[in-house]
């Protein structure tokens, strides 16, 4: 089993910045299996989106709204994936979920890990 516990929400005004955390912990071998590691976001009354993405070998994957504004990284030395988020805006508001996935994969349903949430609220 492997725990994902994320970090970083807030509260934003418009044009900010926020930088998201999240560390991973269980035992050895289900960190090592770990392959992609990936945001999502859920706005109050939308559907769960992909924010960005990236495996264990650092390839990153980005929904196109948040393209040259957000920076997803990853140490795997830290079991830690971080997503740096600038130029806020309102409709990046909504629940960040950090998830893990022993494939490399950017489908929801591929990923068997999920932490519980942290709340990013961008004010106009």
């Known amino acids: 089993q492997v725990q994902l516990v994320e970090s970083g929400g807030g509260l934003v005004q418009t044009g900010g910045s926020l930088r998201l955390s999240c560390a991973a912990s269980?035992?050895?071998?289900?960190?090592?299996?770990?392959?992609?590691m990936a945001w999502y976001r859920q706005a109050p009354g939308k559907q769960r989106e992909l924010v960005a993405g990236?495996?264990?070998?650092?390839?990153?994957n980005y929904a196109d709204s948040v393209k040259g504004r957000f920076t997803i990284s990853r140490d795997n030395g830290k079991n830690t994936v971080y997503l740096q988020m600038n130029n806020l805006s309102p409709e990046d508001t909504g629940t960040y979920y950090c998830a893990a996935s022993p494939k490399r994969t950017w489908l929801a349903e591929s990923y068997d890990y999920w932490g519980q949430g942290t709340q990013v609220t961008v004010s106009s």
């Open positions: 269980g035992s050895t071998f289900s960190i090592f299996s770990i392959n992609a």
């Open positions: 990236i495996t264990k070998g650092g390839t990153p």
